[in-house]
C-alpha cells in the first residue's frame, strides 16, 4: 500500500512554469573556489516531489529533459520545462511477478557514446541498454564467472566503449544479509569492455557505489557508502581498461563537522576534474586535489547528481532538485 500511495503522490511542480519555483536548502561555502562552480547566491529549486528514494539522473542532451530512477517504485521518470515530472517506464528494473525487493527498480542511468540509454538494474540483476526512440532492451552484463550480479549499482563509460559499475547488494531481498539470492560474495567494482567481456576489477571494497573517470580518462573513482569506511578511492586506468592498485583519495570522516559523518553515494565529475559526490545531506563539491570546496546543501540524503543545460541536477530523497552552475559539465 505504501508504494502504491506514494506513486498516486509525486507532485510535478516545475510544471506550472509561470509560477515561481519553491526552493529549499543552502548554498555552504569553504573556498573561494567553489564559487567559480556555484553561485554563492544559487537557489536550490525543486522540480518535483513525493518520490519513495529518487536516484541515477541522466540529461538526455538530444531531447533537452532528464531521467532519473525511484528504485522502491520500480519506476523510471522524465522531467522537462513544458510537462514537468511524469513517469517514463515501468517496470524500470524488475519485470518479474509480485514482490521482490524494497528497491527492485533502476537505479545509476547513463547515456552511452551511441545515445541509447543504460540502466542499473537491481531486481533483473543486470546492466541494459534500450534505443531511446525504438525501445527494446538489451542485456550488456547479468553474470560474472556464472554467477549472477548482486544488484548494479551506478555506471560509467570510458571513450574506447569499456563501461565500469558497481554491484553492492542494496537491491537484493535481504540486502547484504541474503544468503538465498546472493551469488557474487564480493561487493565488487566490474567493466564490460567493448566486446563484452565481463571482468571483476575491485573485490575489497564493504559498499562500492557511485563511479566516475576522471576527464582525461586515466583516473577512475569509485565512493563508498559504507560507514565504517567513507571514502572516495582512486584507481590509476591503464591502457588495456584494466585498473591498478587504488588509494583513498577523499575521507570524509576526516573533514570539517558539516560533512564528516557523510559517505558518498552517486558522484560526478566536472570537465576540469572537480568531484560532486551525493553526501552529508547535500552535495560535497571536492577539488581535483581532495579539498573540499563547498555543499550543495539539500537537507535530506542525497543520492546523486548530474549535469545538463548549465544546471546540476540533484536526486535527495523524495525531491528532484536543480541548481544553476557555473562549472563546465
Not at 580518462?217 to 578511492?233: A, F, H
Not at 583519495?249 to 565529475?269: C, H, M, V
Not at 551525493?278 to 546543501?297: D, F, M, Y
Amino acid at each position: 500500500m505504501r508504494k502504491i500511495f506514494f506513486a498516486a503522490l509525486f507532485v510535478s511542480i516545475a510544471a506550472f512554469a509561470q509560477q515561481p519555483l519553491p526552493t529549499i536548502g543552502d548554498i555552504e561555502v569553504y573556498d573561494d573556489d567553489f564559487t567559480k562552480l556555484v553561485p554563492a547566491d544559487a537557489k536550490i529549486e525543486v522540480l518535483g516531489t513525493g518520490f519513495i528514494w529518487s536516484e541515477g539522473p541522466v540529461w538526455v542532451k538530444n531531447g533537452g529533459y532528464l531521467l532519473f530512477s525511484d528504485a522502491p517504485q520500480n519506476t523510471m521518470f522524465k522531467w522537462d520545462e513544458k510537462e514537468g515530472v511524469k513517469p517514463f517506464l515501468k517496470p524500470s528494473g524488475y519485470t518479474g511477478q509480485g514482490r521482490y525487493s524494497d528497491e527492485p527498480g533502476s537505479n545509476g542511468l547513463l547515456i552511452n557514446k551511441d545515445g541509447e540509454l543504460v540502466a542499473c538494474e537491481h531486481g533483473d540483476r543486470r546492466i541494459s541498454k534500450m534505443n531511446l526512440t525504438l525501445g527494446g532492451k538489451v542485456t550488456l552484463a547479468d553474470s560474472w564467472e556464472g554467477k549472477r550480479l548482486n544488484s548494479p549499482n551506478d555506471i560509467c563509460q570510458h571513450s574506447n566503449g569499456t563501461y565500469y559499475f558497481t554491484d553492492p547488494p542494496y537491491g537484493l531481498p535481504d540486502r547484504g544479509n541474503d544468503t538465498k539470492n546472493r551469488e557474487q560474495q564480493n561487493n565488487g567494482v566490474y567493466s564490460i569492455t567493448p566486446d563484452g567481456t565481463v571482468r571483476q576489477i575491485v573485490a575489497d571494497l564493504k559498499r562500492p557505489n557511485g563511479v566516475a573517470l576522471s576527464p582525461d580518462e586515466k583516473t577512475l573513482y569509485v565512493s563508498q557508502s559504507d560507514g565504517s569506511g567513507p571514502y572516495i578511492m582512486v584507481y590509476p586506468v591503464e591502457k588495456d581498461g584494466k585498473i591498478g592498485k587504488g588509494k583513498i583519495f577523499f575521507d570524509f570522516s576526516k573533514q570539517r563537522d558539516e560533512i564528516k559523518k557523510g559517505a558518498a553515494d552517486g558522484i560526478e565529475i566536472d570537465t576540469t576534474g572537480n568531484i560532486y559526490a551525493g553526501a552529508a545531506n547535500g552535495i560535497v563539491i571536492i577539488s581535483p586535489q581532495g579539498k573540499a570546496l563547498g555543499r550543495v546543501h539539500i537537507g535530506v540524503a542525497t543520492s546523486n547528481c548530474a549535469f545538463g543545460d548549465g544546471y546540476l541536477y540533484i536526486t535527495a530523497h523524495h525531491y528532484i532538485c536543480r541548481v544553476k552552475i557555473v562549472s563546465k559539465q
